[in-house]
């Protein structure tokens, strides 16, 4: 079956490193995008990506964050300054199309611990 | 602002009973909700939809609800099983600024323990 990947399983880094969270989203899917969970907290929206550029983004998707689809099949979100409150599992996500009928795949997830 | 409501943390029920969890919503402008499972280290599993113009979609053990009047949706799974044991979250969707995004609004989830 047919499954969102991401790498690193576990990242750890130091404030005021930029890191970058990779991903292969599922082959024929379209959308894609990155959400993130606070420990104990919800899974919250960053960003969605479609036909190369952002579609959308959230209040946390600030300055610092960044998206990149830089070939066929990885997708990445790049982090620039890390900050203390960026520790969190981040997930990416892929869907065929973008309203009913598709649903998004979840990846396992990235557990980033900034220190 | 939660957009999407999961009131209840935690739930236990007992292996072969039913397992109802519940969810509300305020943003009139969803118009698809799903449930997610998801097991520690992993990221969340699609379960089950349903569209706004339905009030009922049924999955095997797994049968959701909709009372658009209410905002109130609710998950059930009957008979619960043991490896059903999980987080389950409640998520929306809406058509937000006509860009072609399909961004889902978590709640919090529910921590659902099947007792054997």
């Known amino acids: 079956e047919p499954e969102v990947t991401q790498t690193p399983s576990h990242q750890v880094t130091q404030m005021g490193q930029e890191v970058i969270l990779r991903c292969v989203p599922i082959?024929?899917?379209?959308?894609f995008y990155w959400y993130r969970q606070i420990l104990g907290q919800k899974v919250e929206f960053l960003v969605s990506?479609?036909?190369?550029?952002?579609?959308?983004k959230s209040e946390i998707f600030d300055d610092q964050f960044s998206v990149e689809r830089p070939d066929g099949s990885n997708f990445t979100l790049k982090i620039r300054s890390t900050k203390l409150e960026d520790s969190a599992m981040y997930f990416c996500?892929?869907?065929?199309?973008?309203?009913?009928?598709?649903?998004?795949?979840f990846g396992q997830g990235t557990r980033l611990t900034v220190v | 602002d939660q957009q999407v409501k999961q009131n209840s943390p935690s739930l236990s029920v007992q292996e072969g009973r039913i397992s109802i969890l519940n969810c509300d919503y305020t943003?009139?402008?969803?118009?698809?909700f799903l449930w997610y499972k998801k097991y520690p280290a992993e990221g969340p599993t699609f379960l089950i939809s349903?569209?706004?113009?339905?009030d009922k979609n049924e999955d095997g053990r797994f049968t959701v609800f909709l009372n658009k009047s209410a905002k109130h949706l609710s998950l059930h799974i009957v008979p619960s099983q043991p490896g059903d044991s999980a987080v389950y979250f409640c998520?929306?969707?809406?058509?937000?600024?006509?860009?072609?995004?399909?961004?889902?609004?978590f709640g919090k989830g529910t921590k659902l323990s099947v007792i054997p």
């Open positions: 996500a892929s869907s065929e199309g973008d309203r009913l009928n598709t649903e998004a795949f």
């Open positions: 082959s024929n899917h379209l959308y």
């Open positions: 990506f479609y036909n190369n550029e952002i579609s959308e």
């Open positions: 943003n009139s402008m969803f118009d698809y």
């Open positions: 349903i569209s706004s113009i339905k």
């Open positions: 998520a929306a969707s809406g058509w937000y600024s006509g860009a072609g995004s399909y961004q889902l609004t």
